[in-house]
């Protein structure tokens, strides 16, 4: 199958995301890096191109409708159709649920759950047009309920129903949907989660790993692995499916 291989991957300057974005770039495909700042989406594109990949660096609010639409334009015509879509843009804003601002409910629904609705709406009309194409999702382990986490759970429970929906419109369009549901991950976002609790990352990675049948808390490329195998034209029979990727059988 000679399908276009044009991928776009949000909250890619850092992270899990950065690391998909390198995976990506490595398996062949033509890689939109997508964040918030110029900046920091060329330094992820720099390092993608001098490994010999091919990289855009396309600063995305992925919550605001029109830089959604004038990126993913920006992509197609630069790059091509982007057939590939991973949604991992996230932002924490964590508290107890009778301390928890509207601000911060809000912030979290609209980075998780309308940020991945615009992107996904905007990239599946080329999607659909070719015949092919891979969305995957980042939600986590706290979809099962978290601590904290009111707002961030019910956006990455909600990003499950959102796969599954779109498994289910999408698939006959040669398009798959999964989503990744990552468990204890070293990034910027585990470490300022030890800073807001007050200890050390090595603190929170010891504590964390107890209860982590493998022995370890994941990095980045544990999960780009799975992404790369997501975004693969041979994966094609694998629609709507939640991966748990936390080190063990429990999320
Ligand atoms: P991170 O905080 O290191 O990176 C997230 C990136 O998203 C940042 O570069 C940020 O600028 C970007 N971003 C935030 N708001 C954005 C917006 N409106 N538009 C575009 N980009 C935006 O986080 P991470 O740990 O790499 O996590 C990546 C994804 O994986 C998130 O969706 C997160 O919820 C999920 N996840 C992480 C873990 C973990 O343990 N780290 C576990 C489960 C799920």
New binding site residues.
């Given amino acids: 199958m000679n399908s276009p291989r044009v991928a776009i991957v ?9 690391a998909v974005a390198e995976r990506l770039a490595a398996d062949g495909l033509a890689v939109a890096v ?4 110029e900046q ?1 989406c060329a330094e992820v594109a720099a390092r993608i191109e001098s490994a010999g990949g091919r990289a855009l660096a396309v600063p ?5 409708e029109d830089s959604v639409a004038r990126g993913v334009a920006l992509v197609a015509e630069r790059l091509g159709p982007p057939t590939v879509l991973v ?6 804003r964590d508290n107890l649920l009778f301390r928890m601002t509207n601000a911060e409910w809000s912030t979290v629904m ?3 759950l309308r ?1 991945s609705f615009l992107m996904s709406r905007a990239a599946q009309a080329h999607m659909t047009k070719e015949g092919f194409g891979r969305i995957v999702n ?5 979809a099962l309920g978290n601590r904290g986490q009111a707002n ?1 759970a019910a956006a ?1 429970a909600g990003l499950q129903g959102f796969t599954k929906t779109l498994a289910i419109e999408l698939g006959k369009f040669g398009v798959t949907t999964n989503a990744i ?10 470490r ?1 989660t030890a800073e807001r609790m007050g200890v050390s990352f090595e603190e929170l990675v010891e504590h964390g790993v107890k209860d982590i049948p493998a022995g370890r808390v ?1 990095t ?1 490329a544990d ?1 780009a692995a799975v992404a790369s195998f997501l975004a693969r034209e041979d994966a094609g029979f694998v629609n709507g499916q939640v991966i748990y990727v936390a080190g063990g059988p429990k999320g």
């Fill in positions: 949000t909250g890619a300057a850092r992270g899990i995301g950065a997508v964040d918030l700042g920091a995305i609010d992925v919550s605001d949604n991992n843009a996230g932002v924490l609209d980075v998780h940020g980042l939600s986590s382990t706290s961030y990455k549901a990552p468990g204890f991950i070293a990034t910027d976002m585990t300022a994941g980045p999960i």
